[in-house]
């Protein structure tokens, strides 16, 4: 089905999950933003999602089927446990409801298809919250390097304080696909070894730490200088070429999920394209799908997005991937 437009200014929400990650990151941008409203909300735990309504915005419904009955909620943000996430982005849009879908966007790549497709069929978007493509340091990074400002691409470093599907899905967002990928046992874990089709290397842990206070780092190494990026939230984008360094502070978003959601609005009105599309967003759970494959301290082995192995659930789990 072709998609249309958004005929109207205003996204009217319906939120799916109304849990920790909604308190603290996403849920007031959707009712804060200009140009969007909230306007119910499930849950299920009842008490918990009346709380969430009476505290925040919107009015709570039972279950997900109530809230997509509601003619003039246009859009479902859902952030549920990722087990449950096909199963739902698929009921919403065969409500005709656009979706933002939390990472990691699914279980495994086959539910990433299955999902996207249900969207193309029923003529809605399909986005993913790899919100870290809305901040502002990022955005800047990315212009500078296609401005050439520090050559080409070749190195990606970012530190392990936010989750491998995070990591990587900023890592398509700078490099573009990966050509290859193998795993290295270290001392404290595993490492990923990866190389993308552009040419630039990627070394980062597997495991992810997360300690309060500690900032998120990226650092984008290329021919003629790097960019660091000291604080994702809100922090410096260190700029260093033969010419001298060059330091530009960032304020912190209102929330983290606010460029995002600002972005979505815009791109169901059909104003800029998804910062992170559904096929864009499977990419790193194909990845991921691949690494829980891999034997250890193996020679690299390709990356094929077309046909991806079925993921060892198990090694999954252990090694976090899903986080």
Not at 51 to 80: M, S
């Amino acid at each position: 089905m072709t998609r249309s437009p958004l005929p109207h200014s205003t996204v009217r929400w319906g939120l799916v999950g109304a849990g920790d990650v909604c308190e603290r990151k996403s849920g007031p941008p959707l009712y804060q933003l200009p140009g969007h409203q909230l306007l119910a909300l499930t849950r299920r735990d009842a008490a918990k999602g009346a709380d969430f309504a009476r505290r925040h915005a919107g009015k709570f419904v039972p279950d997900l089927k109530d809230l997509l009955e509601i003619p003039e909620i246009n859009a479902v943000y859902i952030a549920t446990p990722p087990g449950v996430h096909a199963a739902q982005t698929i009921s919403a849009a065969e409500a005709g409801k656009h979706v933002l879908v939390e990472k990691p966007m699914a279980m495994h790549t086959r539910e990433c298809r299955e999902m996207v497709a249900a969207c193309k069929a029923n003529g809605v978007d399909l986005a993913v919250a790899y919100y870290r493509r809305g901040y502002p340091s990022i955005l800047a990074a990315r212009t500078w390097v296609e401005q050439d400002r520090i050559g080409e691409l070749r190195e990606i470093w970012l530190n392990d304080q936010f989750p491998p599907s995070h990591r990587l899905d900023l890592v398509h967002f700078f490099a573009g696909e990966l050509d290859r990928v193998r795993t290295e046992t270290v001392e404290k874990g595993l490492v990923l070894h990866a190389v993308s089709h552009s040419g630039s290397a990627l070394r980062m842990n597997l495991g992810w730490k997360e300690q309060p206070g500690a900032p998120e780092q990226v650092k984008l190494t290329g021919t003629k200088g790097s960019i660091l990026i000291d604080d994702l939230k809100g922090g410096s984008a260190i700029v260093t070429t033969p010419s001298g360094t060059d330091p530009v502070k960032f304020p912190p978003l209102p929330w983290t999920h606010w460029g995002l959601i600002e972005n979505f609005g815009h791109a169901i009105a059909g104003r800029v394209p998804h910062a992170c599309s559904g096929e864009e967003g499977l990419k790193s759970t194909t990845v991921l799908d691949i690494v829980s494959a891999l034997e250890p301290d193996r020679p690299f082995a390709p990356v094929d997005y077309a046909n991806p192995p079925v993921p060892d659930s198990s090694r999954s789990g252990k090694l976090n991937l899903l986080g």
